[in-house]
């Protein structure tokens, strides 16, 4: 059974590619002008383009956060999409992973999603960070039993991060363990994931 593994990242700053820049500024310039011109309907439609281009571009910066394959694994093609306004801005970058034995993961890296930029914003909160001491990265583990038998099923596997260093958002969920089966914890198996993307991320801001 394959293994998904979503992540959820919020990145405030990524550097913009040229690539898409001409269309990016074509698109505003043309919500700018039909809104001066009174034609909201054209200048809205201009924008939600002009959002769908940056979104790509952020999801592109967020395929070189991925992992290389393990030893023994193979990495597929990563693949890259972005759901504008109307999947909440999120821009994803995702990437699976095969080894001889049948055993597939996907690792998924979304992002300028208006939800996680409000669990961002709460961790961010300086009360929030005086009461957990002011920490850079602060991280929450868990481990969660499932299924009618929840005592002989394998748990779910739970890491969640923000870091401040570099404005970083992460939640990890292996389902059913992973290759750990019982054995699997949030510390174990999630987190490593988890603070590898972080460390990336923070990497990129420097």
Known sequence: MPTRIPLIVALAVLIASPALADDI????DQARKA????DLGQAKQSLDMASQ?????????FATLLPNALPGWKAEKVQTTALGAAGFGASTASRSYNNPKGDRVEVQISGDSAIVSQIATFLN??????????????????TAEHGEDSRNSNPHAWYI???????VAVAVLVENGGNAGQDATG?????????AVIHAAEQEQK
Do not use: C, H
């Open 53 to 61: 281009l940056i979104g790509q571009k952020n999801a592109e910066a």
């Open 187 to 195: 510390g174990s198996v999630a987190a490593p994931i988890g603070r």
């Open 25 to 28: 500024t074509d698109a505003m």
């Open 125 to 142: 909160n300086p009360a929030m960070a005086g009461a957990m001491g002011g920490s850079k990265s602060e991280e929450f583990l868990a």
């Open 161 to 167: 991060a923000f870091s401040t260093e570099a404005d």
């Open 35 to 38: 809104y001066q011109a009174g």
